[in-house]
């Protein structure tokens, strides 16, 4: 009888899903050497420290909101966002088309300048609700603090108008 071989290195999961988890990079090695892994749930929450064998294992398919959501109502659907959520996304896809849609007139002062989008934020709107968190309200705008700057987590937040 042999036991089933245990691969000696890990693999990279980064990019990978896991039920609601999205593989963001492998954080830093803690001092036992245990493989965690910056994820981000579905639900646009991000944990720094999901263990490796708890995702390949299926033990840990999100933050928590799954097991919440299942209960109230299982057909959940990543849109069934707050009010709030919604113009956070509105927000997001103006962003997008300044940054990228060229031939659109508000890419004028933006796109057409090579004003661009931080790449996580670029594909994924729950990346960019994680980073910047809800639209306060209807009054704010997201301001870029260095105007030259791009849309990036560093260089962005929320101002009234
Ligand atoms: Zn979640």
Redesign the pocket.
């Known amino acids: 009888m042999t036991a089933a071989p245990t691969p000696s290195t890990k693999k990279d999961l980064t990019g990978k899903t896991f039920g ?1 988890w999205t593989v963001l990079e492998e954080t830093p090695k803690t001092r036992k050497g245990s493989s965690t892994w910056k994820c981000r ?5 991000v944990r720094f420290n999901v263990f490796y064998t708890a995702l390949t294992t299926g033990r840990s398919t ?5 097991r919440k959501g299942a209960k109230r109502n299982r057909a959940r659907s990543p849109s069934a966002h707050s009010q709030g959520s919604n113009i956070t996304y509105q927000t997001w896809m103006h962003i997008k088309t300044r940054c990228f849609n060229l031939n659109h007139p508000s890419s004028r002062g933006y796109g057409q300048r090579g004003v661009g989008m931080a790449r996580e934020w670029r594909t994924s709107f729950p990346a960019f609700l994680a980073d910047m968190g809800e639209r306060p309200s209807h009054e704010h705008r997201l301001e870029r603090i260095n105007p030259q700057g791009h849309y990036t987590p560093d260089n962005c937040h929320w101002v009234q108008r």
């Open positions: 609601g749930c579905e639900c646009g929450a999100s933050c928590g909101c799954r």
